[in-house]
């Protein structure tokens, strides 16, 4: 057999000449036409136009063994073999995108692609730093901050505006930033936070302080719709319920305190007296229980309730601890009793806020009689204090606010039912073979009918059964949940010193979400900024700030609205 065979394949008006090592089969040959043509070897048709070689199109298990090459080659008189090749060549394309690489970009550009930047320590500013970065999530408050414009030249405002020039230098570059204007804004603004030691150098402050501070400042400055309407853009007035600015809009919680009288039995008879009142009085003259409203821009989750046999309370979950601090019993005038009496006292969210946060009671003075100058010390609480990934307030809330969520619950509720149902009786029409429809038909009809009966059942839904707006900013039919998003810590058992940290959830994803083992929390990939060095982790590892050790315990956890 004839090893090397010489071909002339004619290819539309291209005749291709070249040397076929025959030992390399159909493949080789393909092989060999698709470098000199671009044409995919699967798209080739090839036909032989000399004779003694095969019939018709070649095909891919043609044995070239099978046919008398020397013969072929004999009835072309010495010439070389020729073929037909039929086929459009691949067109030639460049890559999609662009390579690019990481030292070519700007930093402005590498800062988006790279681990967030983090912030110098510049002498115990560790409380201002991990704030600044729990906040730097916020994206209202910085569209708000963006907005901003100073009416003066006041420390509250220049406090602002180095505020908002330090997150736009963090979002610049991938290197650690030195917030000097802004750390001297804010021992202008509050004076407090210039304290020194007796050597001088400047003393641990409290990031709740800190926080409240900021919050306080936001508050008297933000005020013009324009900041309101850049941080909450489709919010109403409404739905703001009298937040007119900024930090309460993001952050403010309207609060309904009820205080009733315990020393009034509501269900006695009019018959019954009630001990230490003034002669005549009746237990008909029944004390009223006083309402009122106030501001909150955050919730306190009290742990102090021990473990001890006196305590009434033993706060093991964050939810106990926000429950504990909500209620309680004061001592109050009673205008009927005429003297003072024991008041219940029970505070309930009248106003939701897009963003919450959460102050674990951890520090609390003490009182030293004993010492020489009765100042007292301030004292830290290392209880552990478990917390979750979301959060429900529902039980916290009024009974409007709950009225509303409660729609929103019973909605979410029925779809669900609904959605496994029809999943339920697809699975049964399936398996009985009555499938009249390809899937892609079904999934484009199963959509377009959820669609309408989305719609349908939002216009046939009377007044009362559509949910009123709890809060600004909020999503549609939300149900009262808020998922964590950030954490500052506190690492040390001392009140005035220690380490503060920010953990604060990616803004993406880097693969697939897996759940943590045993349990149905998305185990989603955060940051830990301390201060200057910024290390990926998950959320495994900030549920574990819970405390009970020496090791980072959750202070301020921030929660936004679940969508």
Request: proline share 4%; with cysteine; net charge negative.
């Amino acid at each position: 057999m004839t090893d090397t065979v010489s071909l002339s394949v004619k290819w539309g008006k291209e005749t291709i000449t070249f040397d076929f090592v025959v030992a390399g089969g159909v493949k080789g040959l393909k092989t060999e036409l698709e470098e000199k043509t671009r044409v995919p070897s699967d798209r080739m048709k090839l036909m032989a136009k000399s004779k003694g070689l095969w019939k018709g199109v070649l095909k891919d298990d043609f044995d070239f063994t099978s046919v008398d090459l020397a013969a072929a080659l004999s009835k072309a008189k010495g010439g070389p073999l020729n073929l037909l090749l039929m086929g459009s060549a691949a067109e030639l394309t460049g890559p999609k995108s662009k390579t690019v690489f990481l030292e070519d970009l700007p930093p402005e550009e590498v800062a988006k692609v790279q681990e967030p930047s983090g912030l110098e320590n510049l002498g115990n500013t560790c409380y201002l730093n991990s704030v600044t970065q729990c906040l730097r999530a916020v994206a209202p408050l910085r569209r708000g901050l963006e907005a901003y414009q100073p009416s003066s030249t006041s420390a509250q405002s220049l406090f602002l505006t180095t505020l908002r020039d330090s997150y736009g230098q963090l979002d610049r570059t991938a290197k650690p930033v030195a917030p000097s204007g802004f750390v001297r804004a804010t021992k202008m603004a509050f004076p407090q936070f210039a304290q020194t030691g007796a050597n001088g150098a400047p003393m641990q402050q409290d990031a709740e302080e800190f926080l409240s501070g900021l919050l306080t400042i936001a508050a008297t400055e933000m005020k013009a719709n324009s900041q309101i309407k850049a941080a909450l853009p489709f919010s109403t007035e409404a739905e703001l319920g009298g937040a007119n600015n900024v930090a309460d809009a993001l952050f403010g919680l309207k609060m309904e305190e009820t205080l009733t009288c315990d020393e009034f039995d509501n269900k006695a008879g009019d018959e019954m007296q009630v001990e230490g009142a003034e002669a005549g009085t009746s237990s008909g003259a029944i004390e009223p229980p006083v309402k009122s409203f106030d501001l909150h821009r955050k919730l306190v989750c009290n742990i102090q309730g021990g473990s001890d046999g006196s305590a009434q309370t033993n706060v093991s979950h964050i939810a106990e601890g926000i429950a504990l601090s909500l209620n309680g019993t004061i001592e109050k005038r009673s205008e009927v009793l005429g003297r003072d009496a024991l008041w219940t006292r029970k505070q309930r969210i009248a106003r939701l806020p897009p963003f919450l946060a959460v102050q674990f009671g951890r520090f609390y003075w003490k009182a030293t009689p004993d010492s020489q100058d009765h100042a007292g010390v301030k004292c830290k609480v290392m209880k552990p204090v478990a917390f979750n990934g979301l959060f429900d307030v529902y039980e916290f809330c009024s009974e409007a606010i709950q009225k509303e969520l409660k729609k929103s619950r019973d909605k979410a509720l029925r779809e669900e039912e609904d959605r496994i149902n029809k999943k339920l009786k697809g699975d049964q029409n399936e398996a009985e073979g009555d499938k009249m429809e390809t899937e892609e038909t079904k999934v484009e009809e199963s959509e377009e009918d959820a669609a309408l009966q989305a719609a349908l059942a939002m216009s046939m839904q009377s007044e009362d059964e559509k949910p009123v707006a709890v809060g600004p900013g909020l999503p549609a039919n939300f149900q009262g949940q808020y998922e964590l998003f950030a954490v500052v810590t506190h690492k040390g058992r001392d009140a005035d010193g220690g380490h503060y940290m920010a953990w604060v959830k990616a803004s993406s994803p880097s693969g697939k979400i897996e759940k943590i083992a045993d349990t149905d929390e998305d185990n989603e990939d955060w940051f830990v900024f301390d201060d200057d060095e910024v290390s990926p982790c998950k959320t495994e590892d900030v549920l574990k700030l819970k405390g009970g050790g020496d090791w980072h315990m959750s202070y301020l956890n921030f929660y936004r609205a679940k969508k």
